[in-house]
């Protein structure tokens, strides 16, 4: 395949390639022309001049978006780097990173929301934006600068899995927001419950002598932030939905008119609660895998747009804070390169088509966010991934490129490999 030099903006023609849309939900054949880092045609004669890429039958999509990345800078730069991150999406076609502000410190100022972009845009090959704080320190009391931090660049606010249990702080932080027109991002949990959890609670739970949480704890939680939202008409969206007990409440608050959005982790769609087997730490996630049962009803709501989103929720951890006793491991798992191929597990079993996956993974968080990407429509940014979803691999964790290695799919067999990565037309990943 003829490569174009990582950096370099050319025209670029992509022919003989399997078009993934997931504006229209079309899978077709086809042709796409780029220019000056957009899109300039489809379905047209290659520009004179223009560097012809035989795609070879290969689907070509819009990158993904990846909504909720933990990047360790600052504090953990040994868990993960703004190079290594992106290195590791780029090869995974993410095009572009939502990270977190749970780092050591938070992101709650401008003045690190300002270091951290400075920072991602000098290492990372792939697109960095940044959600903020919500509250200092992500401590839950006391509202961050909103208005300052949406001047600076933040695409969101969050405070991650840190729960507040301050009600009325929460509910003037999401008065101010909406204020500002600022999209909060929810953790759907009920804190107290959810304290020393390491399982969902069940008989899987009792057999292997665990500290479980009940599903319901997720219902609590969303059930509190839904009514904050109708109180505040603030813009919501729950970063993880994985219990089917909280569908009725977020397809009640769609239905309300409430401005409500919800996504859910690629091991939450594809694991369950029993692949933890015997204490394996790299399946220990927050919240915990569910029954299948749960899996099941997420995949459904998927595909019938109740949740809107699909990500990874990278969260690297280094092998000392994974190689301990399971109640007491850190949890969560990289996934910036394995969200891909794990998808096609949802595509090849028939539950979601390619384009309802691209419309889940790049499209919907891309408007949520506000952002140009996440289409293969005139004018939009040529952020592409090139990907054949049915070759097949054995998951190695020690050829992820992330600092990490931290993956639930160490040793099992995958299909879906990324073929080349291009952000702003330049190619930043491939042959």
Not at 267 to 275: S, Y
Request: net charge neutral; glycine share 10%; charged share 20%.
């Amino acid at each position: 395949m003829p490569t174009a030099s990582m950096g370099t903006k050319m025209t670029l023609h992509f022919t003989n390639a399997r078009l993934i849309d997931p504006a229209t939900l079309a899978d077709a054949p086809g042709s796409l022309t780029v220019a000056d880092g957009v899109i300039t045609a489809r379905d047209a004669a290659a520009p004179e001049g223009a560097q012809v890429i035989d795609c070879g039958g290969a689907c070509l999509a819009p990158g993904i978006v990846d909504w909720g990345v933990k990047i360790g800078e600052p504090g953990e730069r040994h868990r993960e780097s703004f190079r290594s991150a992106g290195l590791a999406a780029a090869a995974g076609g993410v095009t572009t990173i939502i990270a977190r502000p749970d780092t050591a410190p938070a992101i709650d100022t401008p003045e690190s929301l300002e270091f951290v972009t400075r920072r991602a845009a000098e290492a990372s090959p792939v697109r960095i934006r940044h959600m903020a704080a919500l509250t200092k320190g992500r401590a839950g009391r006391e509202m961050t600068e909103i208005g300052f931090l949406l001047d600076a660049g933040a695409i969101a606010f969050t405070d991650v899995e840190a729960v507040s249990t301050d009600t009325k702080a929460l509910s003037r932080a999401f008065t101010y927001a909406r204020s500002c027109g600022a999209l909060v991002v929810g953790h759907p949990q009920e804190p107290g419950l959810s304290k020393g959890a390491a399982v969902t609670s069940g008989k899987f739970a009792s057999l292997r002598g665990l500290p479980g949480v009940h599903p319901m704890a997720e219902r609590m939680g969303l059930d509190r932030d839904i009514a904050l939202v109708e109180m505040t008409g603030v813009r919501y969206h729950a970063d993880q939905i994985t219990s089917a007990r909280s569908l009725p409440a977020l397809e009640r608050a769609k239905k309300n008119g409430f401005d409500v959005t919800a996504g859910v982790s690629i091991h939450h769609l594809t694991l369950n609660e029993i692949d933890v087997g015997d204490y394996r730490t790299f399946f220990k996630l927050t919240p915990p895998l569910r029954s299948e049962e749960d899996r099941l009803a997420m995949v459904a709501a998927v595909a019938d747009g109740v949740i809107d989103v699909i990500c990874s929720m990278h969260t690297p951890a280094d092998e000392e804070s994974k190689r301990l006793p399971y109640e007491e491991a850190a949890s969560g798992a990289v996934g910036l390169q394995t969200l891909l191929p794990a998808a096609m597990r949802l595509y090849h079993a028939g539950h979601l088509s390619l384009p309802e996956l691209w419309r889940a993974m790049a499209l919907n968080p891309a408007r949520r966010l506000g952002l140009p990407q996440g289409r293969l429509s005139l004018g939009a940014p040529a952020d592409l991934v090139l990907f054949d979803p049915d070759a097949p691999f054995v998951m190695d964790r020690f050829s992820l490129l992330s600092k990490s290695k931290n993956t639930p799919f160490d040793g099992q067999r995958m299909e879906g490999k990324v073929l080349a990565t291009f952000v702003g037309g330049a190619r930043v990943f491939g042959a």
